[in-house]
């Protein structure tokens, strides 16, 4: 399945770029933008997302590797896009974070759900989280404080990022010290075939070896002990006896 996707999304590209080209030296299209100045990222887009294609199309963990190799790729040609568009090349001092874990967690989540694999959504909604969170951070402290790209790009908008990312880790640690926890009850403990139960010679018991309770005064002992503490004598011990004639 993986091998025919892959051929057949090849085969559409290169339909693609040509249909491109051939209408280009037809009709004499001139595009409206400096393609060499703009459009080069789209060389990094193209691949990314075929690979994002194909990837999502595969099974299994070639499947996913791919989706995830294509997500990060296309991140990377997104954000050069914006870089050349606005001249905010300083940006890479946190727009790394939206690569890795951001695009790495959006790739498994999307795979995840189209394949309907619970772990996988599972790892990629938390890499989406956690990157999202670095990426917010990063940008409020480098555009907010630091005021690293000046007023390139989306950089003037860092000093309104930095109070509402304050608040909103305010607003998390509140709900997470408000939120109501499930209380557990242990099961209580039979002593048989469970580690961490101490045998009577102060060992713990393994998994075969069961606890046997000291005998207490109520419990009954050996034949030649009695429960009121006093000893009687022994089987192996001489006693006395009388015969019958009779």
């Not at 194909?54 to 294509?70: H, K, M, R």
């Not at 509402?164 to 305010?170: K, T």
Request: charged share 10%.
């Amino acid at each position: 399945m993986w091998s025919r996707a892959s051929t057949v999304v090849g085969g559409l590209l290169l339909i693609a770029a040509g249909a491109l080209l051939l209408a280009v030296n037809t009709f004499g299209l001139v595009l409206a933008f400096d393609f060499g100045r703009i459009g080069w990222p789209v060389f990094v887009i193209a691949p990314g997302v075929a690979l994002l294609i194909v990837g999502l199309v595969a099974s299994g963990e070639p499947g996913v590797g791919l989706t995830v190799a294509g997500g990060m790729v296309t991140t990377v040609g997104l954000i050069l896009a914006y870089q050349s568009a606005t001249d905010h090349w300083t940006s890479w001092a946190y727009a790394w974070t939206l690569i890795a874990p951001t695009s790495v967690g959006a790739a498994m989540l999307l795979w995840g759900t189209l394949h309907r694999r619970g772990s996988i959504v599972r790892q990629g909604l938390s890499g989406l989280g956690v990157g999202i969170v670095l990426f917010i951070v990063g940008f409020a402290f480098f555009e907010g404080v630091l005021n690293l790209g000046g007023t390139r790009g989306l950089a003037p908008l860092g000093r309104q990022a930095l109070p509402v990312a304050l608040i909103g880790a305010g607003v998390l640690v509140i709900i997470s010290r408000l939120w109501p926890r499930s209380r557990t009850t242990e099961p209580a403990s039979t002593g048989r075939g469970t580690w961490g139960t101490w045998g009577t010679h102060g060992h713990p018991a393994g998994p075969s070896q069961e606890v046997v309770p000291p005998a207490g005064p109520s419990q009954a002992g050996p034949p030649w002990f009695s429960s009121a503490g006093t000893s009687t004598p022994a089987p192996n011990s001489t006693t006395e006896t009388t015969s019958d004639n009779r």
